[in-house]
């Protein structure tokens, strides 16, 4: 079993930006490959960002390419999400994902674990 937990949401300008970190428990992190996923509301849940066990590689949706950057921390079982020159169109519900495979997952239904979602809300 892994237990998840974001943070660092809240609300921000656009223009601004924000960093969110998943505290991951339970399980050996250092072998989960790790995903961001953000809802909308009135919107299907939709990939953000991907990064495998070791960190080597990672995946971005084409909608926050350039602007957001996905890290891991496995001596502190945490994984990062840079979000830079955030806009409007960013605001959603920030979940953090795990998949046990080890590889970066970029569906929503390939992800094992869910944390409880951290709310981004950005001012246009």
């Known amino acids: 079993q892994v237990q998840l937990v974001e943070s660092g949401g809240g609300l921000v300008q656009a223009g601004g930006s924000l960093r969110l970190s998943c505290a991951a428990s339970g399980r050996t992190y250092s072998t989960l490959a790790m995903g961001w996923f953000r809802q909308a509301p009135g919107k299907e849940r939709e990939f953000v960002a991907a990064?495998?066990?070791?960190?080597?590689?990672?995946y971005y949706a084409d909608s926050v390419k350039g602007r957001f950057t996905i890290s891991r921390a496995n001596a502190a079982n945490t994984v990062y999400l840079r979000m830079n020159s955030l806009k409007p169109e960013d605001t959603a519900v920030y979940y953090c994902a795990a998949t046990l495979s080890g590889v970066a997952t970029l569906s929503v239904g390939g992800m094992d674990y869910w944390g409880k979602g951290t709310l981004v809300t950005v001012s246009s």
């Open positions: 990064i495998n066990w070791s960190g080597g590689r990672t």
